[in-house]
C-alpha cells in the first residue's frame, strides 16, 4: 500500500479531511489538479456547528485573526469581539429575517467566522503537512479499480500517468465528482431554472451608504449589509471583505439571463441590483489587479444527495456527496463535519484497531444532516419567493420569530444542532457535541476544548472515583482518560467523547460504568486486552 487514504480534492473539506486522518495514524495522499489554492473568490465565511469544531482543533486562531482589516470589523459586527474563542453572535440573517439572538441570552448558539475560502485551503494545507499528509499538487485523479483488499487509483501527474494502491479512496472533488461518477453512486436530487442568481465584486457610491456601512438608495430605503433582503423584484445582499469594494448578490425570479458561455459585467450586476431594488444604484467597476473580480453566474437551483455515500472502499464527503443552490447553503460548512466525521472512524479501521462497521456510521449520521439542512434551504427559497401569498406567510412567519422558543429553534437549524446523532436513549448530551465544559485538570483551569486538539477519544471522568478507569483500561491504547473537576454547575459525571466531539456515552451516576465497555467497543473497537 502507498498509502491508507487517498483523497481527490484539495479544497478545504479535503485537506481538513487530510489533516484529520493524519491525526488519527493513518497515513494519506492528497490528489489536487490545482497548482497552488484557488485564486476565485467564494465562500465568505463559515456558520453554525462547524466553528466550535475548528475552535477544538486550535485552528480557530490561526482562521480569526488572519487579517486586522475589514473581516476583522466583520467578526466584530457579528460578535462584537474577535477573541481566541468563539462567541455566539448578536444577529444573523434567515430567509430575508434579522433574528435577534441576543434575545437568547446564554441560549443563543450560533456563531460566525468571517474567513475567505482561500485562507482556509491554506491554513488547512499548512496544517495537513504539518502533519505529516502528502499534498500532490498538479496530480489528477483519474480512474480506480477495487477489491477487498483496497483500491488501485489512476493519477494523471506532472510527468505522464501513474498508479497508488490504498486501503482507501475519497472524493472531496466537488459537486462535478468525477470519483462519484467513476463509483457508481448515483446523485438524485432535482434541478430549477426558475431563478438567475448574479455574484460580482463591485464599488457601491459612498454617497449611497451610511456611516454603518448599509446602503441607502434613492427612495430611501435602507439595506444594512450582511443580510439578505427581500423585494417585491428579488432578493439582494452586498458585504465588504475588501477595502472599498462589496461582494454583490442579486436573485431574480423568472429572470431571462444570456446563456453560460455569455460572460458576466459589472454593468449587468448594476442593472440586475436596479430591478430587484426599484430604483436605479449605480453600480462601478472596482480596481482591478488581475483578480477574477466577477465570481458566476448561477440559472440553476441544484439540490443533490449521493446516494449512497460510501461503495466498497470508496466514500463521497461535502460537494461530492450533496450541494444545495440558493439561500442558506450549507455545503462547506456540512463538508467539513463530513470530514471530521469520517477520519477518525477511517483510521481506526485502517489501522485494524476497529471493524468495518464502523465505516457504515458515516452515511447514518451525516446523510440525515444534509436532508435536513436540503429542507432548510427549501423554506428559506420558499418564504424569499415573490407574491403576495408568500408575503402573508412572511407575516406570520415573523410574529413566530417574536417568540423566544421559536426564535431558538429557528438558530439551532442555522447552527445545525437541530438533529442529534443516533446514539440511542441517555440524557444530554448524548449524540450532541460535547459542551465546552470549563475544568480544573492538573492544577490548572482549562477548557475542554483544548484537550480535543489532538482528535483522540477521550473519557471525561468528573468523579474521582477507581470504577470508568478500571472498565476503560482495555482501550487504554487509543482512549485518553482523563481526570478533573468540573467549574460549570450540572456537569455531567463522566463523558465519553468521540474525537469528533460528539457524546458517545454519559455517566448515570458517579463511578458507575454501567453502558461504558459497550459503547468503548462500538465506537473504538474490541478491547486490546482482557481485564
Not at 434575545?103 to 467566522?113: K, Q, T
Not at 471525561?460 to 478533573?484: C, E, H, I, K
Request: with cysteine.
Amino acid at each position: 500500500m502507498n498509502a491508507d487514504v487517498v483523497i481527490s480534492g484539495g479544497g478545504p473539506t479535503g485537506l481538513l479531511l487530510a489533516a484529520e486522518l493524519r491525526l488519527g495514524g493513518a497515513r494519506v495522499v492528497v490528489l489536487e489538479r490545482r497548482a497552488e489554492p484557488d485564486p476565485v473568490p467564494r465562500a465568505n465565511g463559515l456558520v453554525g456547528q462547524v466553528v466550535t469544531v475548528l475552535y477544538r482543533r486550535g485552528l480557530y486562531r490561526a482562521l480569526a485573526r488572519h487579517d486586522r482589516g475589514p473581516r476583522a470589523l466583520v467578526q466584530r459586527w457579528f460578535t462584537g469581539s474577535l477573541g481566541d474563542r468563539p462567541r455566539p453572535v448578536r444577529g444573523f440573517s434567515h430567509a430575508g429575517f434579522r433574528l435577534d439572538l441576543r434575545r437568547l441570552r446564554d441560549a443563543n448558539p450560533l456563531h460566525v467566522l468571517a474567513v475567505p475560502q482561500r485562507r482556509m485551503e491554506q491554513v488547512f494545507e499548512r496544517h495537513a503537512r504539518g502533519l505529516g499528509a502528502d499534498v500532490r499538487r498538479g496530480h489528477t485523479f483519474a480512474g480506480l479499480a477495487q477489491d477487498g483488499d483496497g483500491v488501485t487509483v489512476e493519477v494523471d501527474g506532472p510527468d505522464g500517468r501513474y498508479r497508488l494502491r490504498a486501503a482507501y479512496l475519497v472524493g472531496c472533488d466537488g459537486s462535478h465528482s468525477a470519483v462519484r461518477k467513476v463509483a457508481g453512486i448515483g446523485f438524485p436530487g432535482e434541478t430549477s431554472r426558475e431563478v438567475v442568481i448574479r455574484m460580482a465584486h463591485v464599488v457601491l457610491p459612498r454617497a449611497a451608504l451610511t456611516p454603518a456601512g448599509a446602503l441607502r438608495a434613492a427612495d430611501g430605503a435602507v439595506y444594512r449589509p450582511y443580510q439578505l433582503h427581500r423585494t417585491a423584484h428579488g432578493a439582494f445582499s452586498f458585504a465588504s471583505f475588501i477595502p472599498g469594494v462589496h461582494v454583490l448578490s442579486t436573485h431574480e425570479w423568472d429572470a431571462q439571463a444570456p446563456g453560460e458561455q455569455v460572460p458576466m459585467s459589472v454593468a449587468e450586476a448594476r442593472t440586475s441590483l436596479s430591478r430587484v431594488v426599484g430604483v436605479d444604484v449605480p453600480v462601478a467597476e472596482p480596481p482591478t489587479d488581475g483578480r477574477p473580480w466577477i465570481l458566476r453566474r448561477l440559472t440553476d437551483r441544484n439540490n443533490r444527495l449521493a446516494d449512497p455515500y460510501r461503495v466498497g472502499r470508496v466514500f463521497v464527503v461535502g460537494d461530492a456527496a450533496h450541494v444545495f443552490a440558493g439561500f442558506g447553503g450549507s455545503n462547506l460548512n456540512l463538508g467539513l463535519q463530513d470530514a471530521v466525521n469520517l477520519a477518525w472512524k477511517l483510521a481506526l479501521v485502517a489501522r485494524g484497531l476497529a471493524p468495518d462497521a464502523l465505516l457504515d456510521t458515516y452515511q447514518s449520521e451525516r446523510m440525515p444532516q444534509a436532508r435536513q439542512a436540503l429542507d432548510r434551504t427549501r423554506e428559506q427559497a420558499e418564504l424569499m419567493a415573490p407574491g403576495d401569498e408568500v408575503t402573508a406567510r412572511r407575516e406570520r412567519y415573523a410574529a413566530r420569530l417574536r417568540e423566544p422558543g421559536f426564535l431558538r429553534e429557528v438558530a439551532d437549524a442555522v447552527a445545525g444542532l437541530d438533529l442529534p446523532y443516533p446514539m440511542g436513549q441517555g440524557p444530554a448530551p448524548l449524540g450532541r457535541m460535547a459542551p465546552d465544559l470549563r475544568l480544573a485538570h492538573d492544577g490548572r483551569r482549562i477548557r475542554l476544548a483544548s484537550l480535543q486538539h489532538g482528535a483522540r477519544p477521550l473519557l471525561l471522568d468528573l468523579t474521582g472515583g477507581p470504577a470508568l478507569a478500571a472498565a476503560a483500561a482495555p482501550w487504554a491504547d487509543r482512549v485518553d482518560l482523563v481526570r478533573a473537576t468540573s467549574r460549570d454547575p450540572g456537569a455531567p459525571p463522566a463523558l465519553l467523547i468521540r474525537p469528533d466531539g460528539y457524546v458517545a456515552w454519559t455517566g448515570p451516576a458517579p463511578n458507575d460504568p454501567t453502558g461504558l465497555p459497550d459503547a468503548l467497543t462500538t465506537w473504538f473497537g474490541p478491547p486490546a486486552t482482557t481485564p
